[in-house]
C-alpha cells in the first residue's frame, strides 16, 4: 500500500503558520546555505497531497515550486480554478484521505508527501502516515494555524533521529507506530 | 533579577498531561536510567513555583517528591489547606508573577523553577522565563493540557542544545529571547 509522508516547519508552540497563513516567522529563522533535507526527502516521493489552504498559499507564489504532481484535496475547488499554466502540473481531488490512497496505489504510486496542518491530521486519524520529519523553529507564535489536532486515541511515535542547524532549527524523525 | 527556569516533559502535539491531569504515557516512555539531567538542573535552583493544578497532582502521590521549598500560585487554596507534614516545605502565594518574582528576589533568590502549563504560560507572557529545557516524548495524545497558550506577540527564543535518549526521549534547551 502506498504511504504518507510528512515533511514540514512549526513553531516550538506547534503552529504551521500564523492565522491568516504567514510563514515570514520560518523564513527569517531559515538559512538556505544550511541542507534541511528536502531535496533528499522528495527524491522518491511519487507526488504532493494538499488542502485548500496549502493549495491557495502556493499559488500566491510567483512561481509554482513543485516539481512532483501535486493533488488538491477540496470539495469545493474544480479544474476551472487550475491557472492555465499548471493543469497538468495539479489535480482536484474529492476523495475521503482512505479513498485518495487506494485511487493512487491503484496507480502505482508508493509514497507520497502530506502536507498542511487539516490534512495531516485526516491522514494521521486513519493512521496513513508511515513517518514524519518536523524541523521546528526557535519561536513561540502564540496563536496561528496549528499542525497537530484532535486525535480518538493515543498514538504512538518511534523516534528514528534528530538533526540540530547552526541557524537552530531542530529536525526529528518520528516513524508512526510503537517500537 | 531572579530568573524563571522551565523543566518540563511534553508530547509531540504539545501536551504535558492528559485532560484529567495523567502522565501514564510519559511515565510508560521514561527509562529511569537515563540521566535526563533533572538533578543537574535543580542544584542551583532556590524554590519552585507551581499552580494549582501541579500542586493537587503532586500531593496525589504517597509521597512528596521535592527536595526545594514549593511555592503554590492560588488564588483559594489557604495555608490551612496544606497537610501538616508539609507546612514546612509549601507555601500558598497570592501574588501577580511580577509581584512574587520582586518578593523573591528581596529574599535573595537567583533562581526558580517555573512548573505546569498555566503558570508557564503566564510567566512568559509577563517575560520571566529565562530558558527552558523541554523534554519530547515520541507519542501524540491528540487532547489534553496544553504546555504553551496564547502569547500577544511572537517570541524569539535561541536553542542552546538537543540531546536525543534511546528511550526516544528529545530534550532540547531553549534561551528566552533573539540571538
Same mark, same amino acid.
Given at each position: 500500500?502506498?504511504? @504518507?509522508?510528512?515533511?514540514?516547519?512549526?513553531?516550538? !508552540? &506547534?503552529?504551521?503558520?500564523?492565522? !491568516?497563513?504567514?510563514?515570514?516567522?520560518?523564513? $527569517? %529563522?531559515?538559512?538556505? /546555505?544550511?541542507?534541511?533535507?528536502?531535496?533528499?526527502?522528495?527524491?522518491?516521493?511519487?507526488?504532493?497531497?494538499? &488542502?485548500? @489552504?496549502?493549495?491557495?498559499?502556493?499559488?500566491?507564489?510567483?512561481?509554482?515550486?513543485? +516539481?512532483?504532481?501535486?493533488?488538491?484535496?477540496? $470539495? +469545493?475547488?474544480?479544474?476551472?480554478?487550475?491557472?492555465?499554466?499548471? #493543469?497538468?502540473?495539479? =489535480?482536484?481531488?474529492?476523495?475521503?484521505?482512505?479513498?485518495?490512497? %487506494?485511487?493512487? !496505489?491503484?496507480?502505482?504510486?508508493? #509514497?507520497?508527501?502530506?502536507?498542511?496542518?487539516?490534512?495531516?491530521?485526516?491522514?494521521? $486519524?486513519? /493512521?496513513?502516515?508511515?513517518?514524519?520529519?518536523?524541523?521546528?523553529?526557535?519561536?513561540?507564535?502564540?496563536?496561528?494555524?496549528?499542525?497537530?489536532?484532535?486525535?480518538?486515541?493515543?498514538?504512538?511515535?518511534?523516534?528514528?533521529?534528530?538533526? +540540530?542547524?547552526?541557524?537552530?532549527?531542530? =529536525?526529528?524523525?518520528? $516513524?508512526?507506530?510503537?517500537?
Amino acid at each position: 500500500m502506498v504511504t @504518507g509522508h510528512v515533511f514540514i516547519a512549526t513553531s516550538l !508552540d &506547534g503552529f504551521i503558520s500564523t492565522a !491568516d497563513g504567514g510563514i515570514e516567522w520560518l523564513i $527569517r %529563522r531559515d538559512d538556505p /546555505n544550511e541542507d534541511h533535507g528536502y531535496n533528499d526527502f522528495i527524491k522518491d516521493i511519487d507526488g504532493l497531497i494538499m &488542502g485548500r @489552504g496549502t493549495y491557495e498559499k502556493a499559488i500566491s507564489f510567483e512561481s509554482w515550486q513543485y +516539481t512532483i504532481p501535486v493533488l488538491v484535496m477540496s $470539495r +469545493t475547488l474544480k479544474s476551472k480554478d487550475i491557472p492555465i499554466s499548471l #493543469k497538468d502540473k495539479i =489535480q482536484i481531488v474529492d476523495y475521503s484521505p482512505i479513498d485518495l490512497m %487506494r485511487s493512487l !496505489d491503484a496507480k502505482g504510486w508508493r #509514497k507520497v508527501y502530506v502536507d498542511g496542518g487539516q490534512v495531516i491530521q485526516s491522514f494521521l $486519524r486513519d /493512521n496513513l502516515i508511515a513517518d514524519m520529519v518536523i524541523t521546528t523553529a526557535p519561536v513561540l507564535l502564540g496563536a496561528g494555524r496549528s499542525l497537530f489536532g484532535a486525535l480518538s486515541s493515543e498514538t504512538s511515535l518511534t523516534h528514528i533521529k534528530t538533526t +540540530t542547524f547552526p541557524s537552530g532549527l531542530v =529536525q526529528s524523525k518520528y $516513524r508512526v507506530g510503537g517500537k
